[in-house]
């Protein structure tokens, strides 16, 4: 008898160990096949993170689901509509005000300004207010984005008390609520980009142009309107409707670094389309078409602070308006570095 119930605890204990083995290699045929499912896995010669760069540490924006329902969280969620469909409230067609050109904010802050490197608000919230060289004072994220309202949207200023300007700073300080104070964000604004070294070449750039742009933009940089409301579905880089020549864009190193990084339209800073030599001779061509043409006489108080591709004078130095639009910069900025150090 002893015997027979020792064999029974065998047999028991066997189909216990058979059990716990089945379920073992289960387990383990899933998590491979989760391991080896398309995309899972970076293909060969796929950066994940540019060099020199650590994934951890780039920006990423909070999630917009989490906005609360209070009161706060429907300001930021009106604020955040009025990024993504500016012109449906401020515009040519725009519920509140016609003093703007028909462009959104979203059009050059991609994705509501959370697009990593595409000239998004990472950073806004931690580092304003903020002394900056062309107003030659400290500006808040108020007169900030009223700089964008006069310039890019070649518009009016928002009363700074006013729902609307309320709602768009409390949408951008959510948007960079987990930067510290005082630091600025891997990821944040536009790439890192080296001059050129001869200058941008406007004939190349338009070859490049018509290439990789046009389909979307037009042969002339008009833009394509959506039929239904009048809204643009490919906003203008050129003419009446497009940003101003005070604008931020109308830098060159601004336009090549958005561009670089951004278009055509789905590329991004770890798969660019377009090469930086490209970048810099498409916005060479682009910069040369017409557009509205404004100056603000407050701006650059001390000459020797205008950036080197600033492109009207009067400068602190001696070279060309030309060059300074187009480069080549090494040459400018070799000047101002001597000037220092005598
Ligand atoms: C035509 C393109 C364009 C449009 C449209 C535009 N901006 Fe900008 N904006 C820029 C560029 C370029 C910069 C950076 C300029 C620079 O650094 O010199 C900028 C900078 C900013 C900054 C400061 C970012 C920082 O990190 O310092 C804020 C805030 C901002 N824009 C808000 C807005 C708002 C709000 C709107 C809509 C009312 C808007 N912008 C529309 C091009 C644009
Ligand atoms: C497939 C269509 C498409 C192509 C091709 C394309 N873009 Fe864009 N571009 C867009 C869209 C759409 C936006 C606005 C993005 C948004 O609102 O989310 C935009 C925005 C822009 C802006 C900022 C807004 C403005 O109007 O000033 C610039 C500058 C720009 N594109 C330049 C270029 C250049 C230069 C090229 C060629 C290298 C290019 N794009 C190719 C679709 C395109």
Redesign the pocket.
């Known amino acids: 008898m002893k015997s027979q119930q020792a064999i029974d605890t065998i047999i028991r204990l066997a189909r216990v160990v058979s059990v716990i083995f089945v379920v073992v290699v289960i387990f383990i045929l899933l998590g491979a096949i989760h391991y080896f499912r398309p995309g899972f896995l970076p293909k060969r010669g796929e950066h994940l993170t540019p060099p020199g760069e650590v994934i951890t540490s780039l920006w990423t924006a909070p999630d917009p689901a989490a906005i609360s329902d209070s009161e706060e969280g429907k300001s930021i969620r009106y604020g955040r509509d009025l990024?993504i469909r500016?012109s449906a409230f401020i515009g040519p067609s725009g519920s509140l005000s016609k003093k703007a050109n028909g462009?959104?904010?979203q059009?050059?802050?991609l994705e509501a300004g959370t697009k990593p490197y595409g000239?998004n608000?990472g950073?806004?919230a931690s580092?304003y207010p903020?002394f900056r060289a062309r107003s030659g004072s400290f500006e808040t994220?108020e007169r900030?984005?009223n700089?964008?309202?006069q310039r890019?949207?070649n518009g009016a200023p928002l009363d700074s008390s006013s729902v609307e300007m309320k709602s768009?700073v409390a949408y951008?300080r959510w948007v960079g609520k987990d930067v510290p104070k005082g630091q600025r964000a891997k990821g944040?604004?536009?790439p890192e980009m080296k001059w050129l070294s001869r200058a941008a070449d406007r004939h190349m750039g338009k070859i490049n142009y018509r290439k990789n742009c046009s389909v979307c933009h037009g042969a002339e940089g008009e833009g394509q309107k959506n039929l239904t409301d009048g809204t643009y579905l490919y906003p203008p880089l050129s003419g009446a409707n497009s940003?101003n020549t005070a604008?931020?864009?109308y830098?060159i190193s601004?336009f090549a670094k958005?561009i670089y990084a951004n278009m055509p339209h789905g590329a991004t800073y770890d798969h660019p389309v377009l090469t930086e030599q490209e970048s810099w001779d498409i916005a060479a061509y682009v910069l040369s078409m017409p557009r509205v043409k404004k100056a603000f006489i407050a701006d650059w108080p001390k000459l020797e602070t205008k950036p080197v591709d600033h492109p009207f004078g009067p400068y602190a130095d001696n070279f060309s308006e030309e060059q300074h639009k187009y480069g080549p910069f090494a040459p400018i900025e070799k000047f101002y570095q001597a000037q220092k150090t005598n």
């Open positions: 990024i500016t462009m959104n904010c059009n050059c802050h000239n608000f950073s806004v580092m903020k994220i900030r984005v700089d964008c309202f890019s949207l768009i951008i944040s604004g536009l940003f604008a931020g864009l830098r601004n958005y």
